[in-house]
């Protein structure tokens, strides 16, 4: 399959430019494209074969579901069998962004996006393109990050090329995503659970809806998110997290004769090594599955990080690194 990477500017861009896309999503294909969290890999969520050339594509697991992305919450009524009011008024102060609510699933929903369950994943996404192309084709579309699964997400057109060239018919590159992690995912189906914290943080929902609970990691056959339990965001190369200062002076000391790669947050350290400097945790969010992906390029044996406080966007932060790490320390 031939693939076509179609540049289109996010702040000016006009339908024309995503009719071809709008055509291929009709016709029950697969196409790429970005949100303000990372790029997405779509299809009509209303159509089972569509939906499962994602899972091909993606090499994803079949019991992982996907979040169906909407552009007007009309579209809920064939979605989601009811809207607890606590879904009500997340949706009126954080849509359209990056907040994914999981609630009760309609049966117009074929299985394979939610893997079987009873519950889906929605959320409206804020960035122009996905907004337009969702309204375009007048159905919802079903998308997981557009990345090989096990992979560092997306956060650049190019990233997804890298994955998807030849399995996909198109990808709309409009360069950067805005926050480079991954949605926030919130259960309101019984008591509200963060099964992952993501670009809004929990301190600001908690704002609006009281405690919510954080489930533990739990590596039990059954976790409440089935993504839970999978590998992520892994680059090539080993990664070692390093939780304080000390730590991580000492590992890229050690490490001195390795081609080392190295991500840092508090102060710029002069090494002759691959090196990227984060000035503030959102930046660091932001480049982080980028880095991961530059390294892997340069075929660097070992990642240094240093890790950030978990809370506020820190706590999205240190989920990502990690899922991703080798060792600990
Ligand atoms: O920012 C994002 O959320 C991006 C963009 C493309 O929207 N999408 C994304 O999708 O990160 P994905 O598939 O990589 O992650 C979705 C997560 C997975 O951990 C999945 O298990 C969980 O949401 N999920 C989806 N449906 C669920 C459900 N019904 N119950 C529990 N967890 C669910
Ligand atoms: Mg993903």
Redesign the pocket.
Known sequence: MQTELIKINNNAFSEKELKKAVKILRNNEIIIFP?E??Y?IGANAFNKKAVQKIFKAKNRPVD????I?ISNTKQLKKIVLKLPIKAKILMKEFWPG?L?I?LKKSKNIPLNV?AG?D???V?M?SNKIALKLIEMCQFPIA???ANISGKPSSTKGAHAFDDFNGKVKLIIDSGECEHGI??T?I?LIGKPLL??PGAITKEDIEKIIGKIIVPKNNNNKKP?????KYKHYSPEAKVFLCLNQKNFELEIQKNFEKHVGIISFSKKIGVKNEYFFNKNISDYAKNVFSCFREFDKKKVELIIMEGVKKKGLGLALMNRIEKASTKII
């Open positions: 949100t969290t990372v997405g992982n579901p996907l979040i992305h990056p994914t999981i939610t369950l519950s889906v994943a959320r996404p998308a997981p990050s991954e949605s995912v259960s099964l992952r409440i998110s089935p993504g839970l």
